[in-house]
């Protein structure tokens, strides 16, 4: 039955390569945000000096998690559209 699926809407099949990185872009954003946040946030993890505020940490939390996955979507999707489009 996927088959006749596919074969009855045959752009649905041309879009999976862009569905499959989406996927794996939002898994590995949700990795970064449970790992970093408590490396970043409590003060005896030991990732940043003690002396920082939490201002401080909260700044450079929002942009590590901001900029990191925006790089990489920006990266992965060109090469998600490239197999659509091809």
């Known amino acids: 039955m996927d ?6 809407r045959p752009g649905v099949a041309r879009l999976m390569p862009l569905y ?3 996927i ?3 898994l ?3 990795m970064m945000v449970t790992l970093f946040v408590p490396m970043l ?5 030991g990732f940043l ?3 920082f505020t939490t201002a ?10 901001g900029g990191i996955g925006n790089v990489f979507m920006l ?3 060109p090469l998600a559209w490239a197999n659509v489009i091809v």
């Open 3 to 8: 088959k006749e699926f596919v074969q009855a």
């Open 20 to 22: 499959g990185v989406i």
């Open 24 to 26: 794996i872009a939002f």
């Open 28 to 30: 590995g954003y949700s």
């Open 41 to 45: 946030m409590h003060k005896s993890a």
């Open 49 to 51: 000096p003690e002396n």
């Open 56 to 65: 401080q940490r909260t700044t450079l939390l929002g942009l590590l998690l």
């Open 75 to 77: 990266v992965t999707m």
